[in-house]
């Protein structure tokens, strides 16, 4: 079983849209964790961090189920910008900062 | 302030050459972290640095890779003997002390011919 799972996608949206992404993690002993996005070729880029008690950012918003061991992503009102693969992200366990890497949800936004 | 600096952007090496990767962290952060990305996967950390300590290096390969972050300068992750298996993107991240976020240079991309 991989560490973080993800459903690869790619989801093909209109403008406007709301998606939803989910992401599962098998060390329950993972104390943080993170959505990232990642451009074609480029390096990811931190888009937020999660906590169990919820977070949103604007049109972003991320719940974290402990007990579950599932992490979402939810993006509301669809840009063509919003395009790229969206990394789920979390610690080794161990309290080292190394960070396992899902394999990305890829979205495109269509007009 | 600036980034996470990474150079060269682009090597290209022959089979059996070495390649040298440079990182240069965030101003203030103390912790240097480097992963590789092979083609249409994610990314798999490779090692954890502090200055002049390697603190966790499990997902290095256990011949040909070494990485280092000296006292003064940046980090290097350095191949040596080169094979085509290597050709990858490889990013540099780094955080401050006790700040579990990363922040990720631009990467470098190996090809090996």
């Known amino acids: 079983r991989k560490e973080v799972e993800q459903d690869p996608g790619p989801f093909n949206v209109p403008e406007g849209a709301t998606v939803a992404f989910n992401c599962t993690y098998s060390?329950?002993?993972?104390?943080?964790f993170f959505w990232y996005r990642q451009d074609c070729r480029k390096e990811p880029k931190l888009l937020m961090s999660v906590y169990s008690s919820g977070n949103e950012d604007g049109r972003f918003t991320a719940q974290l189920n402990r007990a579950s061991q599932y992490i979402s992503l939810l993006i509301r009102d669809s840009k063509l910008s919003d395009s790229a693969t969206y990394l789920c992200v979390v610690n080794g366990a161990g309290g080292y900062n190394k960070l396992i890497f899902g394999a990305g949800t890829r979205l495109a936004v269509h007009p | 302030n600036a980034g996470v600096m990474q150079n060269p952007r682009h090597l290209v090496r022959r089979r059996g050459q070495e390649a040298r990767l440079r990182c240069s962290p965030m101003?203030?952060?103390?912790?240097v972290y480097w992963y590789r990305q092979l083609p249409e996967e994610g990314l798999k950390f490779m090692v954890y640095l502090q200055k002049e300590n390697i603190i966790d290096e499990s997902g290095m390969p256990k011949e040909r890779f070494s990485a280092e972050f000296p006292k003064e300068g940046p980090s290097i992750l350095r191949i040596q003997q080169v094979v085509r298996g290597d050709s990858a993107a490889y990013f540099c991240?780094?955080?401050?002390?006790?700040?579990?976020?990363?922040?990720f240079g631009p990467g470098t991309r190996l090809t090996v011919l």
């Open positions: 060390n329950s002993a993972s104390q943080s």
């Open positions: 991240a780094s955080s401050p002390p006790r700040i579990d976020t990363q922040y």
């Open positions: 101003k203030g952060h103390s912790h």
